[in-house]
């Protein structure tokens, strides 16, 4: 697949509702991928059956890896997280495209760097990554699962089995952490929601 068009931050998709919104990144997403042959996508969780109907449609094979679920288990348990990284230990160049959501907005930047090293090493060249991003005023500290609806519109539907921590970044730092990933389209909500799409050149 082609490089993608570099066009951060001309999106701006306002909307007033944060638990019901179309989602812009999703589909720019999903339709890259349908361009490409034999497609292997990764999602990390939480692990939601729309989401699998939704994208097994749409995608050769899907892998779900609950990292959302890991982290807070092994958290809890006082396992170190580079243990619970062992279970994204997929082969290399496995995916073409590999869907983040807001995992990141739960991990701390050395945490982070770690994620996004081992996503270098798994995602294929030019394959595409999606990141939500929390603002301060988005949304209560309740952990979330993105839940795919009909037209790209995502509802988020509580966890609160989850119990994960909270860090709210910037859009620099988010792009500083996203290194050797390009960001290619991102789109700012009125709730202070954000959606990147990341490409790996």
Excluded at 77 to 94: A, E, F, I, N, R
Aim: charged share 25%.
């Amino acid at each position: 697949m082609a490089s993608l068009a570099h066009r951060v931050g001309e999106g701006r998709h306002l909307e007033r509702d944060p638990a019901d919104y179309t989602s812009n990144v999703l589909r720019l997403f999903v339709e890259a991928l349908e361009r490409r042959q034999e497609v292997q996508v990764l999602d990390v969780g939480p692990v939601c059956g729309e989401n699998i109907s939704f994208l097994a449609h749409r995608v050769r094979r899907l892998y779900v890896c609950d990292m959302f679920f890991r982290v807070d288990r092994d958290r809890r348990k006082g396992v170190p997280l580079s243990w619970t990284w062992q279970h994204l230990d997929y082969p290399p160049q496995s995916f073409d495209g590999i869907l983040l959501w807001d995992l990141a907005d739960h991990l701390d930047d050395r945490e982070v760097v770690r994620l996004v090293e081992l996503c270098r090493t798994m995602v294929r060249p030019s394959g595409i990554m999606t990141v939500f991003v929390l603002g301060e005023h988005a949304l209560s500290h309740v952990v979330n699962s993105f839940v795919i609806g009909d037209g790209f519109r995502l509802h988020l539907r509580p966890q609160p089995h989850l119990d994960l921590s909270l860090h709210v970044r910037q859009n620099r730092e988010v792009l500083s952490l996203l290194t050797p990933f390009t960001p290619v389209r991102s789109f700012i909500y009125r709730n202070g929601l954000r959606e990147f799409l990341f490409q790996l050149d």
